[in-house]
């Protein structure tokens, strides 16, 4: 027989293995989420799809192993032949081919891992190459350079942050730098928001309705937790990767997409990449858990292990049978904890998988922790996990305002709700006061910046103080001291320049076109809810320059008596939404000016949470200023101010050719908003539309041809 085709048959007839029936977990094996079970669990719904998988398992490998027996009886038939005519061969070639055999086998075996996650995770082109890592002065992955030292994220100068996001980054990312900030919730509200002026030395082109994209580092805690889970000590240790081409074309034009977030031949430290290029927090999908299950050792080695150390130490037979106990426990631990990884990674373990990994979002790290014998190599870390991810902000700033030097951004310090287990929150269960408070990654990492920029502020007022003191007493002595304490000066300014607080950014065009019109004249309906008024300000100030300029024209005109141009300025409607007046009615102040000088018409805030009475009282206040622009506050929800409205609104959109905008978040804002343009539509239109149906396809010709635009997020 063939030897390809007698490889390629024991390959089919390979037995497969059994998985375990799931065991009921131990009390410490808590995966940190609140959950009473998790990846090692769910014993009772389980226990029937284990045994039918093990016996449709069992009945396979029987009649596997009737084949394998006939095909063993006709290879021993054939050997004894082979034998017979090996005799008259010369002895030198049959020790060459033996010792090619065992060069071929142990290739097979270095490259076996690779070859699984490639074909479980790469396509027909990925498979065409491979990643190499080189470590600096030749150190393997477990050895630590210990004379790097890593600073705080981005607490270093400007030309250190340079080197470091260009080298990760290759210059895709721009540096920016707090300038200033705001809080713009009340001081008893229960969430905290921001507004953030971020200044770049390089100029940056963008148009309000665009979006500033902000790189966070992954959780320093994360970070430190999967290098300890790797082995890897600090992360110091500096690499360089790059991609091997298996038919040999290294041309750059054939870069693997699958590897194009890397940062290929650059000395890099692998802490960096764990912190800033890689999802390590991503939950893995089920193709990774197969992966993992890769990377265990083998019964068989371990047992041909044994067998060698049985054989070397026959004089120490006690030694020999407490490592062959610690042995015994070391593969019953590997082997269990791979047939779990096989069966989450099955379709007959989907639901388990989606019931623990899934529900309680157990991330990377955190499975890694729990499968504590997979030996996954960073090799495969780095071909298996994605990028990491930018988080992307409205931008609430013009360029006409702000210049394009400086962008605004607002956003909201989110908390992430910890819901895993089923406990009474209101309980007065002490083990309840333990539970960590969650945030999103991203603002809370823009908090903590700010935090920084603070402490940073207070340094500088300090060191201020003290220079300016020792300015006043060293006046009186003579010029020379002058001119020392002026070079001094200098250098604390330059000191300045370098201690700022950065941030990494890029700018992304808005993908819906949520732009403003090209014409001032188009009649504009904004409608927003918390920080989605984000994009509405960039609007407004963009707005109230454009008004500006016309003004200006026409006072210039008059001046040296011209005919003055007659400018149409359409309508510009505002419906901000928000809990209460005290605290998160953000940028109250810049919106009343705003209506002030004509740049929005007519001004609509709705407190949802507000007392009635207070807000009755309010407007009585606010109507017997007859010096004040109107201003309509309600009562509830949102879309109770739009339906009021709805007819003003309608004309507007037909009879203007007015456009609407909507921000906010898409269940809530996003679909509350649409049922009341549907009612709207149904009430107010003059093509005898009388169905939500018939209404809907209406608004989706609104969206097609761009007078309904929306911004809307999960």
């Known amino acids: 027989m063939n030897g390809k085709i007698e490889d390629e048959l024991k390959q089919d007839l390979k037995l497969e293995d059994l998985p375990t029936a799931p065991i009921q977990p131990e009390t410490d094996e808590c995966c940190g989420s609140g959950c009473i079970r998790c990846v090692y669990d769910i014993y009772e719904i389980q226990l029937e799809q284990y045994k039918k998988l093990v016996s449709k398992i069992e009945e396979r490998n029987k009649e596997k192993l009737e084949k394998i027996n006939q095909l063993n009886n006709n290879n021993n038939k054939n050997n004894n032949n082979n034998n017979n005519n090996n005799n008259n061969n010369n002895n030198n070639n049959n020790n060459n081919n033996n010792n090619n055999n065992n060069n071929n086998n142990k290739n097979e075996n270095e490259n076996n891992n690779y070859n699984i996650s490639s074909a479980i995770n790469n396509d027909s082109d990925d498979n065409e190459c491979d990643l190499v890592i080189e470590y600096e002065n030749n150190e393997n992955d477990s050895t630590i350079n210990k004379s790097s030292t890593s600073k705080n994220d981005l607490e270093n100068t400007l030309s250190e942050c340079n080197n470091l996001l260009n080298g990760l980054f290759k210059g895709e990312l721009n540096i920016g730098w707090i300038e200033s900030y705001k809080v713009l919730s009340g001081d008893n509200s229960p969430n905290r928001i921001y507004h953030l002026d971020i200044k770049t030395d390089e100029k940056v082109s963008y148009i309000p309705g665009d979006y500033i994209s902000i790189l966070a580092p992954n959780e320093s805690d994360l970070v430190n937790k999967l290098l300890k889970r790797l082995k890897l000590g600090d992360g110091n240790q500096r690499i360089k990767i790059n991609i091997i081409y298996k038919n040999n074309n290294n041309n750059n034009n054939n870069r693997n997409s699958k590897f194009s977030h890397l940062p290929l031949n650059n000395w890099v430290k692998i802490i960096d990449l764990f912190k800033w290029v890689l999802n390590i927090s991503y939950i893995p999908p089920q193709y990774f858990l197969r992966i993992l299950s890769e990377f265990y050792e083998t019964t068989n080695n371990n047992n041909n292990n044994n067998n060698n150390n049985n054989n070397n130490n026959n004089n120490n037979n006690n030694n020999n049978n407490n490592n062959n106990n610690n042995n015994n426990n070391n593969n019953n631990n590997n082997e269990d904890e791979r047939l779990k990884l096989i069966y989450l990674s099955s379709s007959q373990g989907k639901q388990l998988y989606n019931d623990t990994i899934v529900e309680h979002k157990i991330n990377l790290v955190s499975l890694l922790c729990k499968f504590k014998h997979c030996h996954i190599t960073l090799k495969n870390i780095l071909i298996n996990i994605p990028p990491h991810e930018t988080r992307k902000y409205s931008i609430s700033s013009s360029p006409l305002t702000s210049g394009n030097h400086n962008i605004h951004i607002t956003f909201n310090l989110v908390k992430i709700n910890n819901n895993n287990n089923n406990n009474n929150n209101n309980s007065n269960n002490n083990t309840n006061n333990t539970i960590k408070e969650k945030f999103g990654l991203c603002s809370h990492w823009m908090h903590n910046q700010i935090q920084l920029f603070k402490q940073l502020i207070n340094k500088n007022n300090n060191n201020n103080n003290k220079n300016?003191?020792?300015?006043?007493?060293?006046?009186?002595?003579?010029?020379?001291?002058?001119?020392?304490?002026?070079?001094?000066?200098?250098?604390?300014?330059?000191?300045?320049?370098?201690?700022?607080?950065?941030?990494?950014?890029?700018?992304?065009?808005?993908?819906?076109?949520?732009?403003?019109?090209?014409?001032?004249?188009?009649?504009?309906?904004?409608?927003?809810?918390?920080?989605?008024?984000?994009?509405?300000?960039?609007?407004?100030?963009?707005?109230?320059?454009?008004?500006?300029?016309?003004?200006?024209?026409?006072?210039?005109?008059?001046?040296?008596?011209?005919?003055?141009?007659?400018?149409?300025?359409?309508?510009?409607?505002?419906?901000?939404?928000?809990?209460?007046?005290?605290?998160?009615?953000?940028?109250?102040?810049?919106?009343?000016?705003?209506?002030?000088?004509?740049?929005?018409?007519?001004?609509?805030?709705?407190?949802?949470?507000?007392?009635?009475?207070?807000?009755?009282?309010?407007?009585?206040?606010?109507?017997?200023?007859?010096?004040?622009?109107?201003?309509?506050?309600?009562?509830?929800?949102?879309?109770?101010?739009?339906?009021?409205?709805?007819?003003?609104?309608?004309?507007?959109?037909?009879?203007?050719?007015?456009?609407?905008?909507?921000?906010?978040?898409?269940?809530?804002?996003?679909?509350?908003?649409?049922?009341?343009?549907?009612?709207?539509?149904?009430?107010?239109?003059?093509?005898?539309?009388?169905?939500?149906?018939?209404?809907?396809?209406?608004?989706?010709?609104?969206?097609?041809?761009?007078?309904?635009?929306?911004?809307?997020?999960?």
């Open 468 to 714: 300016n003191n020792n300015n006043n007493n060293n006046n009186n002595n003579n010029n020379n001291n002058n001119n020392n304490n002026n070079n001094n000066n200098n250098n604390n300014n330059n000191n300045n320049n370098e201690n700022k607080i950065y941030l990494p950014f890029s700018i992304e065009k808005s993908n819906s076109q949520f732009n403003l019109p090209d014409s001032l004249s188009t009649p504009i309906i904004l409608i927003a809810t918390g920080t989605g008024l984000a994009p509405f300000r960039s609007f407004l100030h963009h707005r109230y320059y454009q008004i500006q300029d016309l003004n200006n024209i026409n006072q210039e005109q008059k001046k040296n008596q011209q005919q003055q141009s007659e400018f149409n300025i359409g309508e510009c409607l505002l419906f901000f939404g928000c809990k209460r007046k005290d605290w998160d009615h953000i940028y109250s102040e810049e919106l009343k000016e705003f209506e002030k000088d004509g740049v929005i018409s007519k001004l609509f805030i709705s407190y949802s949470q507000q007392q009635q009475q207070q807000q009755q009282q309010e407007q009585q206040q606010q109507k017997s200023n007859e010096n004040q622009n109107e201003e309509y506050w309600s009562s509830g929800y949102i879309n109770k101010l739009i339906e009021d409205n709805g007819e003003m609104i309608y004309n507007l959109i037909i009879n203007k050719c007015g456009i609407i905008y909507v921000c906010g978040n898409r269940n809530k804002i996003g679909k509350s908003i649409n049922n009341s343009l549907i009612e709207i539509i149904k009430k107010f239109n003059n093509f005898n539309i009388k169905s939500d149906q018939e209404a809907e396809l209406l608004l989706e010709n609104w969206i097609k041809i761009g007078k309904y635009k929306r911004d809307v997020w999960n």
